[in-house]
C-alpha cells in the first residue's frame, strides 16, 4: 500500500510520486505479496542519541512516522532525497535520490531460495520502464546493511536470507516551480 501521500506536491515531490505510485503499479505484477508498504519522500531526522531516523509525513496527522524500526511487511520501499541540486538554467532542477528496497525472499518469491538478484533485476526493470515519465537516471546499486550506516532501524533485517536489502541510486530532474 502506497503510505503518505504528498499534498500540494511541487518540484522533486512530484516526480517522486509519479514514481512511486507506478512502482506500486508494475511491481505488483512481479512480486507474490500483496504484504507491501510503499512511501514516497522520507526524511532523515536526528534522534537523541546520535542516530538518524528514516522517517515518514503523515500529512493527515501533522507527525512524523518512524518506518525503520517496524518493518513487517514482505517489500518496504521508501525514497530519500539528498539536500543539494544542481541546475543550467534555473528551471530544471536535478538531486540524488536513494529508492531504499528491504524484501523478505521466502515470501515474495516462494520457492526460490535466495532470490537477491530477481527483486533487484525486478525493481530495475521498472524503474526502467518509468525513466522517461519521471525524468529519472539509475546510477547505482547498494546493497547490504551498510546501507543503513549511522540510521536507526532493526537489525533483523541485515541482509540475511530470508532479508534482502538494497539502494538504487537516482538522479531524477525536475522543475521546482511545477505544482499539482
Known amino acids: 500500500m502506497l503510505k503518505y501521500p504528498v499534498k500540494n506536491k511541487y518540484g522533486i515531490d512530484i516526480e517522486i510520486s509519479k ?22 519522500r522520507c526524511f532523515y531526522n536526528p534522534t537523541g ?30 525514497f530519500t532525497v539528498a539536500d543539494d541540486a544542481s541546475t543550467g538554467n534555473g528551471i530544471t532542477f536535478t538531486k540524488g535520490c536513494e529508492l531504499y528496497v528491504i524484501a523478505n525472499l521466502d515470501n515474495i518469491y516462494a520457492n526460490e531460495g535466495r532470490a ?18 519521471a525524468g529519472m537516471e539509475i546510477t547505482g546499486i547498494e546493497e547490504g546493511e551498510t546501507i543503513f550506516d549511522g540510521l536507526a532501524y532493526i537489525k533483523k533485517y541485515n541482509n540475511m536470507q530470508p532479508y534482502h536489502v538494497f539502494k538504487v541510486n537516482l538522479d531524477i530532474s525536475y522543475e521546482l516551480l511545477k505544482c499539482i
Open 19 to 40: 514514481i512511486a505510485v507506478k512502482m506500486h503499479q508494475q511491481l505488483l505484477t512481479r512480486i507474490d505479496t500483496n504484504d507491501y508498504d510503499a512511501y514516497y
Open 49 to 78: 542519541d546520535d542516530s538518524i531516523k528514516v522517517e515518514a509525513y503523515d500529512y493527515e496527522n501533522d507527525i512524523y512516522v518512524d518506518i525503520l524500526t517496524d518493518i513487517s511487511k514482505d517489500l518496504s520501499i521508501f
Open 116 to 133: 537477491d538478484q530477481r527483486i533487484q533485476s525486478d525493481v530495475v526493470q521498472v524503474l526502467n520502464n518509468i525513466a522517461t515519465i
